[in-house]
Each structure stands twice: as structure tokens, then as C-alpha cells.
T-cell receptor, first 112, second 115 residues
Framework: GNSVTQMEGPVTLSEEAFLTINCTYT??????LFWYVQYPGEGLQLLLK?????DKGSNKGFEATYRKETTSFHLEKGSVQVSDSAVYFCALVTGGGNKLTFGTGTQLKVEL | NAGVTQTPKFQVLKTGQSMTLQCAQD?????MSWYRQDPGMGLRLIHY???????DQGEVPNGYNVSRSTTEDFPLRLLSAAPSQTSVYFC??????????????FGQGTRLTVV
């Protein structure tokens, strides 16, 4: 079956620091990969996605590259802001699938 | 632009009580689903629907019922609440039944406590 493994949090960074949140996956078939973000008190919203190997998804300064050889989709941002404090979920879907498989989420706290 | 609306936002139930979590979307999306979010476990799919009149089970369906009589609404029913159903529940919708290339939109969640 499908599974997603994320680094455990919380991750605490100072403003303007570099961010990496690791995500690796196991999938039957050829997945599409996603990062969703959950701000405090809100539902999840799509941050970025990649649908084939070597694709790079990007949005709001965040990037992630679909690495088939290492089955990874690590999230990076060059300079985080306090407003980036949230929980980040890596997710995948395979085949003609309608089921998103989520990782456990990584909480990010950015301090001044 | 309402998107996906869930009610209530918070609920406390006694063991054995029943209740319905409401979910409505105004985007004419075919696909709707319910997830539960538990600490250390990510989000797990409870039930989903690919269109009005069509529902199916997800990963953790026991203790929950759903129906889809209209495109807009997808209520989740707890038949006899148990403490193990204490969780945060999210409703999601997307334009097509496959989320490979379409975005899933989530509601704000319902925090349910069963005592």
C-alpha cells in the first residue's frame, strides 16, 4: 500500500532561516505528490504539487522536487517568516486515485 | 466565496449519543470526502462520494454513515459515539473524482470530543 513518512516536529526556526521538511514515500504505481499547509484554526490548503519525476512544485517561496530515485519530496524555503508558522502535510495519490494518503504532519514555528 | 463549509466547529457528545456533522460546498464539485485527523497519524479517509447517490468506504469507516442526496451536501453521521471517535474531522471536495491533477479543498474542521 501507499505510505508517507515525514520528519517529526515541531521544527522551530528564527525568521529568515532556511527551511527543509523531509518527506519520503512508498507507493504502488506512479504517484502525484503534494504539500498541504494547515494554518492555526483553519483547514488544509494546497501549497504545491508535482505530478511526475523531476517536476518542481513551487508557491509562496516554497519549493519541492519530485525525486523518483530517492522516493522523496522534501519541502524547502530559503527564508521563512513568522507567517509561515503552520502544520505542513506531505501527501500522495496514485493511479486514477481519489484517495489522498497523508503523512503525519510537521509543525513549524517561526520566531522573531 | 464560501468554498467548503462545515458545521459545527466544536461538539461534545456523551458516549452512545448520535449526531450528524454537516458539510456543504458551493463549487459544484463531484467528489467529496471525510477525513479524521488524530495526533501522530495524519489524516485518514473515512468515507467518500464520487457524485450524488454514490458513496464508498475509506480507510476507517466503522461507526460512521454517509449519504449524498445532492451534489452540495455530504453529511457524516455518528451512529453511537465512542471515545475513540474523539478527533478533528475534515470534509474535502474536488472538481473531479480523481485528485491526481485537481486540488482538494478542505473545510475548517469539526473538533469532536466524546466523553
Amino acid at each position: 500500500g501507499n505510505s508517507v513518512t515525514q520528519m517529526e516536529g515541531p521544527v522551530t526556526l528564527s525568521e529568515e532561516a532556511f527551511l527543509t521538511i523531509n518527506c519520503t514515500y512508498t507507493a504502488t504505481g506512479y504517484p502525484s505528490l503534494f504539500w498541504y499547509v494547515q494554518y492555526p484554526g483553519e483547514g488544509l490548503q494546497l501549497l504545491l504539487k508535482a505530478t511526475k519525476a523531476d517536476d518542481k512544485g513551487s508557491n509562496k517561496g516554497f519549493e519541492a522536487t519530485y525525486r523518483k530515485e530517492t522516493t522523496s519530496f522534501h519541502l524547502e524555503k530559503g527564508s521563512v517568516q513568522v507567517s509561515d508558522s503552520a502544520v505542513y502535510f506531505c501527501a500522495l495519490v496514485t493511479g486514477g486515485g481519489n484517495k489522498l494518503t497523508f503523512g503525519t504532519g510537521t509543525q513549524l514555528k517561526v520566531e522573531l | 466565496n464560501a468554498g467548503v463549509t462545515q458545521t459545527p466547529k466544536f461538539q461534545v457528545l456523551k458516549t452512545g449519543q448520535s449526531m450528524t456533522l454537516q458539510c456543504a460546498q458551493d463549487m459544484n464539485h463531484e467528489y467529496m470526502s471525510w477525513y479524521r485527523q488524530d495526533p501522530g497519524m495524519g489524516l485518514r479517509l473515512i468515507h467518500y462520494s464520487v457524485g450524488a447517490g454514490i458513496t464508498d468506504q475509506g480507510e476507517v469507516p466503522n461507526g460512521y454513515n454517509v449519504s449524498r442526496s445532492t451534489t452540495e451536501d455530504f453529511p457524516l453521521r455518528l451512529l453511537s459515539a465512542a471515545p475513540s471517535q474523539t478527533s478533528v474531522y475534515f470534509c474535502a471536495s474536488s472538481y473531479t473524482w480523481t485528485v491526481m491533477n485537481t486540488e482538494a479543498f478542505f473545510g475548517q474542521g469539526t473538533r469532536l470530543t466524546v466523553v
